[in-house]
Structures are given as structure tokens and as C-alpha cells.
């Protein structure tokens, strides 16, 4: 595949889903009508053209979003298989943005799962045209009618029905396309005749079909009103302007693995679907701008994805604008690096099929990129076009990183540093509460690809723990203590003596040191040292070893030595009275409390408000949601909720969704904050 196609001739779709819906099938069917495979994988073998990495293999599930262009009729369909499972909604943020197509794709028995509804989200945000392939319509129990009532009650849009499934008992043959009233059966693409006994239930589901495409257009509604028959012209027409304009989604349906529905399906895409034509949100020398997707333009890619395989590093871009070529140099607006762009090309799975140039609107790769990351924009140096960034959700999942060598601590950060820039829903951060590194996902399954990656790809072997609570430790009362140092080694001594008064300021004060000494019982010069001692403390915490915030010290009086007092003597007496008087000043514990929005089936709504309450969670509110759904908001402590996302899949059956983000610090209460003091005591015991 080395043919360049201009941008009337692509179309640019994401494949979007719950996992297991058939989404890597139904990229490998196209394929095999394409000519460009002759036999389909199956993911359960592990021999598909998209899942080719050895984890996706394995855990026979897709991990990255594969780039698969499809050659179809003098033209390129660039198709994103994108993961479906829940831990990998990065890659899904991703994919949408280099298309401009999303094709949700749904199993005819399951209908609307929990992927289905966050993709839908995702797509939502977007603003983009959307497709419904309904998939594995050869099973038993499996409907087109009820998938499409669910949709509608589940999201807002008009579904509409563009076929008519062919079944004889619990056996699918093929479609019947209702624009055209023709039959595809079996795996060929020749059109016959409607079978003459499904003729009345043909024409209840064209009837949906032609008063939706009528209303896609003030024209065709008043022909329609008039009583004049639309053409298929007339159909096809209004079907394009509302898909456009999203207001409403057409509804398709086959079965992948039998490559059945799948030939029409692909004519469908060139015929109704849009291509690359919108503009792209950019922001331009600080101003947003809408720039077109015109080949003569001036050059902007987007790279919307980066990934470390067998070729190196690959940058996965889209080509907003211009035309680029191989062998060029091209600047990195937010690296604000140049870049040399080598031999380009067009990713299939694994392939790279070389190409000496990209137009716009299309998808190609390049390797080796030095500065480049994920959501980076490549342009001439000089015109400085960034594209607008995707927003990703916060991590939910989080571990305790323990490299299990002294080599292995070395290469941590470098290895981290390059798989969290290729993937934004990546972090990895040292909490200085805990002194704990930590690596931060969107579930257990991501983490342990990670590092698993880490281990087969760089040679990198870690282990990994549940982090510690970054509590705190503040005071509730003002108090004070008097700490006298006094030392004497036969030579010189150390002497110091500091009366201090501790008062608790508002949450987020910080800490703050003043000085009340007067008559020069403490000389000025030792009262930095007296501060010095305190900041020792307060990070290292008195009760739970966690840091002392919100708080300040006042040095009241004290005595010095003409001889023996010097900056350790005051560091240590500022230490000391720092202690004791944090103990005489009501001292508590306080942990770390998240906002989390669980987003469940009604049914599921009582075990999980009851399994948030015994997490000492707070419901702040509830909120009924199209389609049976519930969203609970509620406070909950980050001590309760570390492997929360493991726990509600338990719940409801993988049926739940939540996100969270840190909310405020509280007390602990007091029959907790003991069992958490004595730990830490424990704790420090056995490593002294």
C-alpha cells in the first residue's frame, strides 16, 4: 500500500466498545474482503493483524489501538481498533483524536454494556458523527431490534436502523439494505432480491429509516409531507446531512467472525460516512483557530499516540494540514525541539508500509522522534500551531514502586519517564509524605502491563505494594514546652535553651515561625536555628511519622551561654520543645478524603451506597441518569477506596464506573488514628 489518496478518498474511523464486543474481528474481516490478508485471525489464537503484542496475545484482549488501513473501492478506510477494556481509556481518548468517524460496536446478545457507555462519554465530549455495528448477530438470543430500543433509552440520539437482519430460527444469512431493499448473504458483496416473506417487516424498518433521513434535510421534509417518494438519492442525502450534524446515528449489523454484513457495512462508510473535511481546533501563536484540512496548506501534524516496539520508539500521527514528506525537518511547538522526520509510513498492526508522502487528513508514522510525546504538534519552525490537548481522567489505581536491585533503582526513572510520556493516563510521582515513588493507572490490569513492559522491554524488575496513606498531622489547641540542651564533653559543651508556643492556623496555612524573645534572652541569631529544628520535626511527624502541616511556632523565651551555645544546641532544644509541645496541643491525625462519582445500573444502587457507608463514606447526593442508570457522588477516605475499582466490578458484575479526585483532609477518628499510630511505631521499631 503505497498509493496516496486525497482526502475525498479516506475516511478516518475508531472502533470503540466493550470489550469482547468484536471490534479486532471486524477489522480483520475487512481486511480479508480487501485482499490483504487471506485468512482471518481469531483473537483466541492470537493471530490477528491489531493484537500482535505479546500481552494482547495473551491475555487475548486488545492493549494499544492499532492503526489498520483498509484499500476498499478506490479508496482508504484508516480504521482504529481501540482497546475496549476499561483500564485502557486512554487509547480511546487517543484514537478520537485522529478520526472523525467513532463506530460504536456492540454485541447483538449483551447490547449496551459498560464499555458501550463510557465510549459513548467520550465520544460525547467530541462532538463527532457516530456509527452503530451491531456485532455476533449468528448468536443465539441475539436481536437487532432490542439493541436499538436500548440504545435510545440509554443515550440521547435517534438510532437508526439502515438494515434489516436475515434470519431463518436462530440462524443469521445476511442483511437487507434498506435503502436499496437488496439481500447480501453469506460472505459475497453481489446484491440479490429481499426475501419476499420478510417484505412487511423490511418495509416497518425502511419506513423508520426514510422519515429519519427526511429530516435530515427542510427539503426532503416537505417533499416527504407532500406524499412524494424519495428517491434513493433522497434517502442517502438526508441520511449523510443528519450523520454530519449528529443528530442522528445509523444502526448496522452483522457477524465478524463469519464475515457476514461486513462488505455492505464497508460501502456504507464511503457512501454515508463523512470524510476528513471538519477543521481541527488549534491553537495558534495563543489564539484558538479553526485550521482546514487542506493539502496545500501549511504543514501540522498531531501525533495521538506513541509507542515503544520492535522498530523503536513510533510516533503515530494525523496530518492536519499541508502535505508531509520523508526526509524533512519539522518543529516540535511544545518540545520546542526540531525534529527529523525519516522514511514515513502507514502503520498496519505491526507492518509499516513505506510512503514518501502524507496529505492531509490522512494517518502515517514515523520512528525515532527525540523530543516528541503523545499529544505533540509538529509544524514549520516559526508558525507555531499547537493542537488543543485531550483531557484524560485521573488515575484510579495506584502502587508503591520497589526496584528489586541497585541497577534497577537506577534505570527507574528514565524507563518511567518514557512509557508515561507515550501514555497520559500514566503517572509516576514521589510522594514526599510517604517517601514512597509511586505509579499511578487507571486499573490493576494497566499497572501490571506496565510492569511487565518494564521488565520484558527494558530489562527493568520491580515489585509492587499497596502505598501508604499520606496522612498528616496537625494540632487542635494552642500549647507550649520548654526544652533545655545541655551537653558537656570535658571540652568544649553545647547549650541551648527555647520556650515555644504552638497555635493552629487554617487548613492550607503551611507553617509559619515568629519570634516573641525580648530582652535578649535568645540572641537573633540562633532563632534560624531554633526553625531549623522545627521544619526537622514537622517533616518527619510525632505521632504516625507523617509531615505536621497548618501550623505555627512562636519562640516565647529561652536562655543562651556566652560559651557553649552555638546553632546545634538550639537546633536540638528547638527540636525537643517542638515535640513536647505538639503533644501538649490537642494533636490529631488527618487522611486524605476523595470525591468519587460511581456511575452504576439502578439495580446495583443499594449494595454499593451500603458498601460505600461501611468505607465511612458519605453520599453528598445522587442522580438518575438516562437509561437506568445511577450516579452516586459521595466523599469516602483514600484509606478505604485503594483497590476501589476492583471492589465495585465485584459488585455489579464489571457494571460499574467511577472517577475520583482528592477532595480535602479530615480528621481520623480516634479509634483508627491509635491502630495507624501504633503501626508506625511497630513499623520504625523493626527497622531500627
Known amino acids: 500500500m503505497t498509493k496516496v489518496y486525497g482526502i475525498e478518498n479516506i475516511r478516518n474511523i475508531a472502533l470503540l466498545g466493550h470489550s469482547g464486543a468484536g471490534k479486532t474481528s471486524l477489522v480483520e474481516a475487512m481486511l480479508f474482503n480487501t485482499g490483504a490478508i487471506n485468512r482471518q485471525g481469531k483473537v483466541e489464537e492470537g493471530n490477528t493483524v491489531s493484537d500482535y503484542g505479546d500481552e494482547e496475545i495473551k491475555r487475548t484482549i486488545s492493549i494499544n489501538a492499532s492503526v489498520i488501513p483498509v484499500e476498499w473501492k478506490d479508496a482508504k478506510i484508516n480504521t482504529i481498533d481501540a482497546p475496549g477494556y476499561l483500564d485502557f481509556v486512554g487509547e480511546v481518548i487517543g484514537s478520537l483524536m485522529a478520526v472523525n468517524v467513532a463506530v460504536l460496536v456492540l454485541d447483538g446478545v449483551s447490547g449496551v454494556e459498560v464499555g458501550t457507555i463510557l465510549s459513548w462519554r467520550n465520544i460525547a465530549g467530541r462532538g463527532m458523527p457516530k456509527v452503530v455495528f451491531v456485532n455476533k448477530m449468528d448468536r443465539d438470543n441475539a436481536s437487532y431490534r432490542r439493541v436499538i430500543d436500548e440504545l435510545g433509552q440509554k443515550f440521547d440520539g435517534k438510532f437508526v436502523p439502515m438494515e434489516y437482519p436475515i434470519r431463518r430460527g436462530e440462524t443469521f444469512e445476511g442483511v437487507v439494505d434498506l435503502i436499496t431493499r437488496k439481500a447480501y448473504t453469506g460472505i459475497g458483496s453481489k446484491a440479490t432480491d429481499a426475501p419476499a416473506d420478510l417484505a412487511d417487516e423490511i418495509e416497518t424498518f425502511r419506513l423508520e429509516m426514510v422519515e429519519s433521513a427526511a429530516e435530515g434535510d ?18 442517502a442525502f438526508g441520511l449523510k446531512q443528519g450523520i454530519k450534524e449528529g443528530t442522528l446515528v445509523p444502526v448496522f449489523c452483522g457477524s465478524a467472525t463469519h464475515n457476514v454484513g461486513v462488505r455492505p457495512f464497508m460501502d456504507s462508510i464511503l457512501s454515508i460516512l463523512p470524510y476528513p473535511r471538519q477543521a481541527s481546533k488549534v491553537l495558534h501563536k495563543g489564539e484558538e483557530i479553526d485550521l482546514e484540512p487542506d493539502a496545500n496548506g501549511p504543514v501540522v501534524l498531531n501525533v495521538f499516540k506513541t509507542i515503544d516496539d520492535q522498530y523503536g520508539t513510533v510516533s503515530y500521527f494525523k496530518v492536519l494540514s499541508g502535505t508531509v514528506q520523508s526526509d524533512t525537518r519539522r518543529y516540535n511547538t511544545i518540545a520546542e ?13 505491526k507492518e509499516q508500509l513505506p510512503v514518501d508522502k502524507i496529505v492531509a487528513g490522512d494517518i502515517g508514522a514515523v520512528v525515532k522522534l527525540n523530543s516528541t510525546q503523545t499529544g505533540d504538534t509538529l509544524c514549520l519552525k516559526g508558525n507555531d500551531y499547537k493542537m488543543v490537548p485531550a483531557r484524560y481522567p485521573n488515575p484510579l489505581y495506584t502502587v508503591a514502586v520497589h526496584p528489586k536491585t541497585q541497577a534497577d533503582t537506577g534505570k527507574l526513572g528514565p524507563v518511567i519517564q518514557r512509557l508515561a510520556a507515550a501514555d497520559p493516563t500514566l503517572n509516576a510521582r514521589t510522594e514526599s509524605r510517604t517517601h514512597e515513588y509511586l505509579l499511578e493507572g487507571m486499573g490493576e490490569t494497566h499497572i501490571n502491563v506496565v510492569v511487565k513492559r518494564m521488565a520484558d522491554k527494558y530489562g527493568l524488575n520491580i515489585d509492587t505494594t ?17 526544652y533545655r540542651h545541655k551537653k558537656q564533653t570535658g571540652g568544649a559543651g553545647q547549650f541551648g535553651e527555647i520556650e515555644l508556643r504552638l497555635e493552629p492556623l487554617e487548613h492550607g496555612s503551611g507553617f509559619e515561625f515568629k519570634s516573641e524573645v525580648f530582652g535578649g534572652a535568645v ?15 514537622m517533616g518527619q511527624g510525632v505521632l504516625a511519622g ?3 502541616v497548618d501550623i505555627r511556632a512562636v519562640a516565647v523565651d529561652g536562655k543562651e551561654h556566652p560559651v557553649d551555645s552555638k546553632d546545634i544546641a538550639f537546633q536540638i532544644a528547638g527540636r525537643e520543645a517542638f515535640k513536647q509541645a505538639f503533644l501538649a496541643s490537642g494533636p490529631v491525625l488527618l487522611e486524605p478524603v476523595m470525591k468519587i462519582e460511581v456511575t452504576i445500573p439502578e439495580s446495583y444502587t443499594g449494595d454499593v451506597m451500603g ?12 442522580e438518575q441518569l438516562k437509561g437506568g442508570d445511577t450516579k452516586i457522588i459521595a466523599i469516602v477516605p483514600l484509606a478505604e477506596i485503594q483497590r476501589y475499582g476492583t471492589e465495585l466490578r465485584s459488585i455489579t458484575q464489571g457494571r460499574g464506573i467511577y472517577d475520583q479526585v482528592l477532595s480535602h483532609y479530615q480528621n481520623v477518628p480516634s479509634h483508627i488514628a491509635g491502630e495507624v499510630i501504633e503501626a508506625c511505631k511497630k513499623a520504625r521499631e523493626e527497622s531500627h
Do not use: C, H, N, W
Open 523 to 537: 540572641s537573633s541569631v540562633y532563632l534560624p536555628s531554633v526553625e531549623k529544628g522545627i521544619k526537622q520535626v
Open 218 to 235: 427542510d427539503d426532503l421534509m416537505m417533499k416527504y409531507f407532500e406524499g412524494e417518494e424519495l428517491t434513493e438519492e433522497d434517502i
Open 546 to 548: 507523617s509531615p505536621i
Open 337 to 349: 525541539a526540531e525534529e527529523r522526520l525519516g522514511q514515513l509510513f502507514l502503520p498496519r498492526g
Open 611 to 622: 458498601d460505600l457507608t461501611t468505607k465511612r463514606g458519605q453520599v453528598q447526593g445522587m
Open 466 to 482: 499497596i502505598p501508604k496513606v499520606p496522612y498528616q498531622e496537625t494540632i487542635t489547641k494552642t500549647g507550649s514546652a520548654r
